[in-house]
Nanobody, 118 residues
Framework: VQPVESGGGLVQPGGSLRLSCAVP????????IHWYRQYAGKQREWLAS???????EYLSSVKDRFIISKDGDKGPVYLQMNNLKPEDTAMYFC?????????????WGQGTQVTVSS
């Protein structure tokens, strides 16, 4: 099932946004959920992961500003982005991975645009 991202928009430098990745409860419970971003004309860059065992991982360059979390065991996965910088301007995507028997994909969402500008 394709994830659905939301929460992007235009924000000033230093501001914050919280992105949301919505998936069915079954998917949230059984699959890893990951955030990526893509600069125009570039490949997607992994940012953070929330695994089904509760482990969390971050790209080192964002770990001090971005926080990934999940609403309970079956809820959406969020990416809280703080102290945003113009270089954070990108399309942000959610991806699910995991066991094929759980229909974890991988599946990509359509993305949500984040623009950081004054």
């Amino acid at each position: 099932v394709q994830p659905v991202e939301s929460g992007g928009g235009l924000v000033q430098p230093g501001g914050s946004l919280r992105l949301s990745c919505a998936v069915p409860e079954f998917t949230s419970y059984h699959c890893g959920i990951h955030w990526y971003r893509q600069y125009a004309g570039k490949q997607r860059e992994w940012l953070a992961s929330f695994y089904i065992d509760g482990r969390i991982e971050y790209l080192s360059s964002v770990k001090d500003r971005f926080i990934i979390s999940k609403d309970g065991d079956k809820g959406p996965v969020y990416l809280q982005m703080n102290n945003l910088k113009p270089e954070d301007t990108a399309m942000y995507f959610c991806r699910t991975t995991g066991a094929a028997v759980r229909d974890c994909g991988p599946y990509w969402g359509q993305g949500t645009q984040v623009t950081v500008s004054s």
